[in-house]
């Protein structure tokens, strides 16, 4: 139902960072649960990180625990992903993801997908 438009990816160094940021739609925007997740080439789809609606909850992969920092401004309708210390696995097309419901680490889980945006770290 939310429509999600993701930006700030780019090309960065191992050890950079970089900021993601999710536009959502509409004053519902604080109502949906959002997460974001990654997709490398050939390679399926994986979890991220996920928020609950208020942002009081949070929840990260293994992989970028520590280093990556998932927030959102319901007045603005943003959901941000801040990411530091950035490796080259890292590499991949980062989506941003909602659902009506609570929060999430589930792909199928959710029901509103941006189109992504790429994300390179260079060794």
């Known amino acids: 139902q939310v429509q999600l438009v993701e930006s700030g990816g780019g090309l960065v160094q191992a050890g950079g960072s970089l900021r993601l940021s999710c536009a959502g739609s509409g004053r519902t925007f604080s109502t949906y649960s959002m997460g974001w997740f990654r997709q490398a080439p050939g390679k399926e789809r994986e979890f991220v990180a996920a928020?609950?609606?208020?942002?009081?909850?949070?929840y990260y992969a293994d992989s970028v625990k520590g280093r990556f920092t998932i927030s959102r401004d319901n007045a603005k309708n943003t959901m941000y992903l801040q990411m530091n210390s950035l490796k080259p696995e890292d590499t991949a097309v980062y989506y941003c993801?909602?659902?009506?419901?609570?929060?999430?680490?589930?792909?199928?889980?959710?029901?509103?997908w941006g189109q992504g945006t790429q994300v390179t770290v260079s060794s």
């Open positions: 993801a909602a659902r009506s419901g609570f929060i999430s680490t589930g792909l199928y889980d959710y029901d509103s």
């Open positions: 928020i609950s609606w208020s942002g009081g909850n949070t």
